[in-house]
């Protein structure tokens, strides 16, 4: 079955560490995207990139870097330079035509310990 | 810029019909989504308008006007599953076609 598949779904980190979350879609989407949402909140776009070998911040995008080497994959990472990284983090694919709606994974919650 | 609002809670009883409103004030627009979201999971897709009127799915109904800067989303014959928060998203006619997302409405459903 085609989707989108994050991992891990916990992560805990320890301040001043960098941590890479997976995202991986055989949906053979264009399109790939990173959301962060925190307690209450709607969704933010931290990254998001619309074909292989580039992505554009989106609009939290301090503290975080991408990488987009390949179309099935689109990792983030959370940097030490992120002051509060601790949030619900999902990762969304969509095709490139407009009226397309975007497949999200299941989210990786990560807290800072 | 971009600014999109709806109200943070709404409570509802089962068997009857809620409506959670959505205002948006973008720098563009090209399409409105509603998403349904259970505590802890990924957001799942409801609903897509691009042009004004209603477009009815089963117990979920949506509706847009563009001039208005506004939309709603109908629950009908509420179930107790129905309890979620509904995210209102719109997307900017520009190159970027990332969502830009509400703050959520979560909706109590009581029996």
């Known amino acids: 079955d085609g989707g989108i598949t994050q991992s891990p779904k916990y992560l805990f980190r320890k301040e001043g560490q960098n941590v890479t979350l997976s995202c991986e879609q055989n949906?053979?989407?264009?399109?790939m995207y990173w959301y962060r949402q925190d307690p209450g909140q709607g969704l933010r776009l931290i990254y998001y990139s619309q074909i292989v070998n580039d992505f554009q911040k989106g609009d939290i995008a301090e503290g975080y870097s991408v990488s987009r080497e390949k179309k099935e994959s689109f990792p983030l990472t959370v940097t030490s330079a992120q002051k509060n990284p601790t949030a619900f983090y999902l990762c969304?694919?969509?095709?490139?035509?407009?009226?397309?709606?975007?497949?999200f994974g299941q989210g990786t919650r990560l807290t800072v310990v | 810029g971009q600014n999109i609002d709806q109200p943070t809670e709404m409570t509802a009883t089962e068997g009857a019909i809620v409506q959670i409103n959505c205002t948006y004030q973008?720098?563009?627009?090209?399409?409105l989504f509603w998403h349904q979201q259970h505590a802890g999971e990924a957001p799942t897709f409801l609903s897509y308008?691009?042009?004004?009127g209603l477009e009815e799915k089963g117990r979920f109904s949506s509706f847009l006007s563009r001039s208005k800067g506004y939309s709603y989303l109908l629950l009908k014959e509420l179930q107790m599953k129905d309890s979620a928060s509904y995210l209102c998203a719109v997307r900017p006619d520009t190159g970027r076609r990332a969502l830009t997302f509400g703050s959520g409405t979560r909706l109590q459903v009581q029996p």
């Open positions: 973008t720098s563009g627009f090209n399409g």
């Open positions: 308008n691009v042009l004004d």
């Open positions: 969304a694919s969509s095709k490139r035509d407009r009226n397309t709606e975007a497949f």
């Open positions: 949906l053979n989407h264009d399109a």
